[in-house]
T-cell receptor, first 112, second 113 residues
């Protein structure tokens, strides 16, 4: 079945460092891809999404490009802030709705 | 416009008791999804409901778990005769239509002692 694999955490970076969190997927069709962020004690918030190959999702300085040839959707940010510390989840859906398949999550810790 | 509301935020139950988790979707949303997050794991889909109907329950354990979304009131995820392995965070999400963005609640953290 469909699945999502993302790099294990925790990832610890200094403020203003470059961030990459790898995400690859396996799907039989052409899914939509998502990144969600979970701040401590809160629910998940949609960070960005891409619905077809070569689409780039972007929000709050984060971006990810839907790469069909490598079945990847890596999350990047050029300069992280302490406030970016959270758990990041990569996910896919065969619709654009709420039935999502999630990766295991990657905890990011940004130090001042 | 209030977001997705889940209650309680924390729930402690002894083995063998029942747990009831509530989810009030965002105003105007009639689609509800339940997910379970076990420690150190990602979220796993459990069930998808529309008002008064279960659309997809492919992720629900076959025994002890049930879900409903009545015409009036919140969606309820019910776990009967809880066991320690049911300890997890349970998240609810809602959407306006099936293929539109889902918004998540803050979750209910169930601890079985």
């Amino acid at each position: 079945g469909d699945s999502v694999t993302q790099m294990e955490g925790p990832v610890t970076l200094s403020e203003e460092a470059f961030l990459t969190i790898n995400c690859t997927y396996t799907a039989t069709g052409y899914p939509s891809l998502f990144w969600y962020v979970q701040y401590p004690g809160e629910g998940l918030q949609l960070l960005l999404k891409a619905t077809k190959a070569d689409d780039k999702g972007s929000n709050k300085g984060f971006e990810a490009t839907y790469r069909k040839e490598t079945t990847s959707f890596h999350l990047e940010k050029g300069s992280v802030q302490v406030s970016d510390s959270a758990v990041y989840f990569c996910a896919l859906s065969d619709s654009q709705g709420g039935k999502l398949i999630f990766g295991q999550g990657t905890e990011l810790s940004v130090k001042p | 416009n209030a977001g997705v509301m889940q209650n309680p935020r924390h729930l402690v139950r002894r083995r063998g008791q029942e747990a009831r988790l509530r989810c009030s979707p965002m105003k105007g949303h009639s689609h509800v999804y339940w997910y379970r997050q076990l420690p150190e794991e990602g979220l796993k889909f459990m069930v998808y409901l529309q008002k008064e109907n279960i659309i997809d329950e492919s992720g629900m354990p076959k025994e002890r778990f049930s879900a409903e979304f009545p015409k009036e009131g919140p969606s309820i995820l019910r776990i009967q005769q809880v066991v320690r392995g049911d300890s997890a965070a349970y998240f609810c999400a809602s959407s306006f239509q099936e293929n539109t963005e889902a918004f998540f609640g803050q979750g209910t953290r169930l601890t079985v002692v």
